[in-house]
């Protein structure tokens, strides 16, 4: 099931999102609904806060990546509460977007590589090492679980200038291919 995307300045979208344990209801179903609404957007990453959800659970498939990265070839993975360990190496620029904030896309830098704790969809505990634009998306992701957005880690000047557009955003007044939710549409 296709579930509707809550765009920017949804409070939801702001909130510590909680774990969850092993007995969460529906789980499976929900991870499937996940995928499914994240495909129908042409995502590559979908964290639950951004389908009203406040609990640590994100979705990631690097697929649409695959010809500039091969080794993105299997990066289909379902993270839930999971911990950033560490992050290191050179910061770099990536133009990021998401799908809460259509038509907008900044560079964003970020460190090239992370280690990452979590459980996976059978609540099996895994540690693993990524870079590149695999640690990129898991970055963005999890940044949603913490309740931060990519605009907030843009440079400030910059973020002045889209505060008109992101306002336009929250109000429904933009194009999206796929059913959103917008905080402040005036039905
Ligand atoms: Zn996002």
Not at 55 to 83: C, G, H, M, Q, T
Not at 93 to 100: D, I
Not at 142 to 150: N, R
Request: proline letters at 6%; a neutral charge; glycine letters at 6%.
């Amino acid at each position: 099931m296709i579930l509707p995307i809550v765009a920017y300045g949804t409070p939801v979208l702001r909130k510590v999102a909680e774990e969850i344990d092993a007995d969460y209801p529906d789980l499976k179903e929900f991870i499937a609904n996940m995928y499914e609404t994240m495909y129908n957007a042409g995502g590559v990453g979908l964290a639950a806060p951004q389908v009203g959800k406040s609990i640590r659970l994100f979705v990631v498939d690097a697929a649409p990546f695959e010809e500039d990265e091969p080794s993105l070839k299997n990066f289909k993975k379902v993270f839930i509460n999971p911990i950033i360990l560490e992050e290191k190496g050179q910061e770099w620029k990536f133009n990021e977007g998401c799908l809460s904030i259509p038509g907008i896309r900044e560079d964003v830098s970020r460190k090239p590589t992370i280690t990452i704790e979590y459980f996976d969809e059978k609540f099996k505990l895994k540690e693993e090492t990524y870079e590149g634009i695999a640690a990129r998306i898991i970055q963005h992701e999890y940044d949603h679980i913490e309740g931060v957005l990519f605009t907030d880690r843009i440079n400030p000047l910059k973020r002045q200038l889209l505060k008109k557009k992101l306002s336009e955003i929250a109000k429904g007044n933009v194009e999206v291919k796929y059913k959103m939710r917008f905080p402040l549409k005036v039905k």
